[in-house]
């Protein structure tokens, strides 16, 4: 049976409506008919908002969690834990959508991605749906207008009545956990890039440390990556051969990058904050297991680097 990931997250979507006031979100109606939930920008938000915005992202098909401090961890963690990886982190959570229109920009994730099947990505894994709803996930500090709902709308092949936008800008608390709930989607992203069979993959579970909330967007967005970077754990439960597993494995850390080795901030200050001319072979988790299902062996690649992770936090 197809997963229906718009529809499972259009229920998520109406209990995080009926907690409105616990999660401290807000939603209003634009005349088009779409309907805005807002995670962060006119409202504070919460840690429980931010656990349902990425539940959202990953259309309901994983478990999110923050974890308290330890012993051998100075800060929390986000973990996510799913049975359906690329059902959830590839065909819903990985931000392949950008969303533009007269003085707005957003990274666009969540189910709706399928509906619009826009990305060549689509192609790879087969997955694609035909809703009567949709559900998007807009990591912006401002609300989209009705022409951009539209839009988003026609190429989802809906009615943009049938279109519910969650937003939250990256410097909020739901959406800095958000963004940190994606070591596992940056693994498979990683693997998909270097030609990986991700059919292959049967579980997957990870965790990053959750920053605290930077001032703004952009040091938000330098935080939120290295706590993936540079703190990222994932393990992946597959099937096959081990050798190909040997292979690869090296190569998807993000230490195989060029670019490894600075705060993210500093990387893209050296492209003159042009996100775009980043090795796009950085963004992946600092440690990567695999775990055979088939023949019991076990290979892990990358660790994290607590000092680089200090540096970057220490910034706020």
């Known amino acids: 049976m ?3 990931l718009n529809e499972r997250t259009a229920t998520l979507c109406k209990a995080a409506l009926d907690q409105a006031a616990e999660l401290k979100i807000a939603a209003h109606t634009l005349p088009c008919g779409t309907t805005l939930i807002d995670f962060g920008i006119s409202v504070p938000g919460s840690q429980a908002a931010g656990i349902m915005l990425a539940k ?3 259309a309901d098909l994983a478990t999110v969690e923050v974890e308290p401090t330890a012993t051998d961890r100075p800060t ?8 359906h990886p690329v059902a959830a982190c590839m065909a819903s959570q990985y931000a392949g959508w950008e969303i533009k229109g007269e003085k707005f920009f957003a990274m666009g994730s969540g189910p709706m991605r399928a509906a619009a099947g826009r990305e ?3 192609e790879d894994i087969g997955y694609r749906e035909t809703p009567n709803v949709c559900i998007g996930v807009l990591e912006s500090s401002k609300f989209p207008n009705d022409q951009v709902c539209r839009e988003i709308a026609t190429k989802c092949n809906i ?3 049938g279109l519910t936008l969650l937003v939250a800008p990256t410097s909020s608390i739901a959406g ?5 709930a994606r070591s596992v989607e940056t693994a498979l992203h990683k693997l998909h890039e270097l030609g990986f069979d991700l059919t292959r993959i049967e579980r997957a579970k990870g965790f990053a440390p959750l920053p605290p909330v930077a001032n703004d967007d952009f040091a938000a967005i330098g935080i939120t990556n290295d706590a993936i970077l540079y703190g990222g754990q994932v393990t992946l439960e597959l099937h096959g051969d081990d ?4 292979k690869i494995g090296p190569q998807v850390p993000s230490s195989a990058s060029k670019d490894y080795g600075r705060p993210f901030a500093e990387v893209l200050a050296s492209y003159n904050n042009d996100f775009y001319q980043v090795d796009p072979l950085l963004f992946s988790a600092a440690m990567v297991t695999f775990i055979n299902l088939d023949t019991g062996n076990q290979f892990t690649y990358g660790k994290p680097d607590q000092e680089i992770l200090a540096r970057s936090f220490a910034t706020e």
């Not at 929390?76 to 049975?83: A, E, R």
Request: aromatic share 4%; glycine share 0%; with cysteine.
């Open 243 to 246: 050798q190909s597993l040997q």
């Open 120 to 122: 060549p990505l689509f």
């Open 2 to 4: 197809p997963l229906r």
């Open 56 to 58: 959202a992202c990953l």
């Open 76 to 83: 929390p963690v986000v973990s996510v834990s799913t049975d």
């Open 176 to 180: 800095t956990l958000q963004v940190v």
């Open 159 to 161: 009615e943009p009545s």
